[in-house]
């Protein structure tokens, strides 16, 4: 009753990864299986698997109890002209017996063929000494020319786009500048007509001055002259007042 509940359980785990394998997604499976036997059991590769490249894929697992067992793997996936190319089939774990706690870990470097259809995994089928994995989707096969191509056009274009702001902010801040330079210069010659009316007033006022000095010394000349008269008739007048003939008395 046990082991045909296990089984049941193990024939649902294998349609819903057959059913997830019917639609092909950018985000792969990654396969994990663990029992009473294995701790775990895993299978991964990269999500993209690009044709014409060499893909790295590992197998790892451990037993939790002493076992007679081994692993067989195979990967294979669909090209133009063939609908099931096996491009990997190795045992990473050979037959034998294992104790308590052995683990296992095996790499593969595999090459995806140039004509591998496009939008199709590459599936792996798993085989152990008491039960089987067929049909595991690990990699989705896509040629990224025209994705890297379109990747580049959106980066150039985000870097057109950049350059852009960068130059309508370099342009607003001449533009600023402009205006600044404009706006100086307006004070520069409104300080330039401020500095001639000031210059026009002070020639004035110097000439004024002038004026004001020739008469002050025109004043000053003709006081002196005045009172040089004014001296010269109080000298006369002394004079002849001490040269005035005296009176003889009888």
């Given amino acids: 009753m046990k082991r045909d509940k296990k089984l049941l359980v193990l024939g649902v785990l294998i349609m819903g990864i057959l059913g997830l394998g019917l639609t092909p997604t950018a985000k792969t499976l990654s396969f994990t299986y663990s029992d009473g036997v294995i701790a775990y059991l895993t299978v991964s590769g990269p999500d993209?698997?690009?044709?014409?490249n060499t893909e790295s894929y590992t197998v790892s697992g451990s037993f939790t109890v002493v076992a007679n067992d081994f692993v067989h793997i195979t990967l294979w996936l669909e090209t133009s002209s063939q609908f099931s190319k096996v491009v990997l089939e190795e045992d990473p774990l050979p037959p034998g017996t294992y104790s308590a706690g052995t683990t296992f870990t095996k790499t593969y470097q595999v090459f995806i063929p140039n004509d591998a259809v496009n939008n199709r995994y590459i599936y792996a089928n798993m085989t152990t000494s008491i039960r089987q994995f067929s049909k595991i989707g690990i990699s989705l096969v896509q040629n990224l020319t025209y994705t890297e191509l379109q990747f580049q056009v959106t980066s150039l274009q985000s870097q057109v786009s950049s350059l852009r702001t960068q130059n309508d902010n370099l342009q607003s801040?001449?533009?600023?500048l402009q205006t600044e330079k404009s706006e100086l210069q307006s004070q520069i010659d409104s300080l330039n007509s401020n500095v001639t009316d000031l210059e026009s007033q002070i020639n004035s006022l110097q000439s004024?001055?002038?004026?004001?000095?020739?008469?002050?010394?025109n004043a000053t000349n003709l006081s002196l002259f005045s009172m040089g008269i004014a001296a010269v008739f109080v000298a006369t007048t002394i004079f002849f007042a001490v040269r005035k003939p005296k009176v003889k008395t009888t």
């Fill in 48 to 52: 993209l698997a690009k044709p014409g």
């Fill in 173 to 176: 801040q001449v533009n600023s």
């Fill in 208 to 217: 004024q001055l002038n004026d004001l000095r020739v008469q002050d010394m």
